[in-house]
Nanobody, 121 residues
Framework: QVQLVESGGGLVQAGDSLRLSCAAS????????MGWFRQAPGKEREFVAA????????DYEDSVKGRFTISRDNAKNTVDLQMNSLKAEDTAVYHC??????????????WGQGTQVTVSS
């Protein structure tokens, strides 16, 4: 069992940066790939980024490549999402998830409650 708690969301202007963090409970954190997903009002939940168990492999949705960076610290049981050059279309609730590496939400078994990111244009 893994419990995930996100933090770091907020209201920013277009072009600003935010760093989201996800803290995981449990001693098995390093056995899970981690992902970030987001859901905007009226839209489906979509993949943002993922990182392998050891942190070597990463994957990004095309619209965030070059702007977002996912990282993890297995000693601290955390996974972060550094978001730069934010755009209005990045506005969403961001969720972290633990499971098998991939872009499908069904790959992930555990989910956090989410943190709101609002980007004003």
């Amino acid at each position: 069992q893994v419990q995930l708690v996100e933090s770091g969301g907020g209201l920013v202007q277009a072009g600003d940066s935010l760093r989201l963090s996800c803290a995981a409970s449990g001693r098995s954190f390093s056995t899970y790939a981690m992902g970030w997903f987001r859901q905007a009002p009226g839209k489906e939940r979509e993949f943002v980024a993922a990182i392998s168990r050891g942190g070597i492999g990463t994957d990004y949705e095309d619209s965030v490549k070059g702007r977002f960076t996912i990282s993890r610290d297995n000693a601290k049981n955390t996974v972060d999402l550094q978001m730069n050059s934010l755009k209005a279309e990045d506005t969403a609730v961001y969720h972290c998830a633990a499971g098998r590496l991939g872009r499908r939400a069904s790959n992930y078994d555990y989910w956090g409650q989410g943190t709101q990111v609002t980007v004003s244009s």
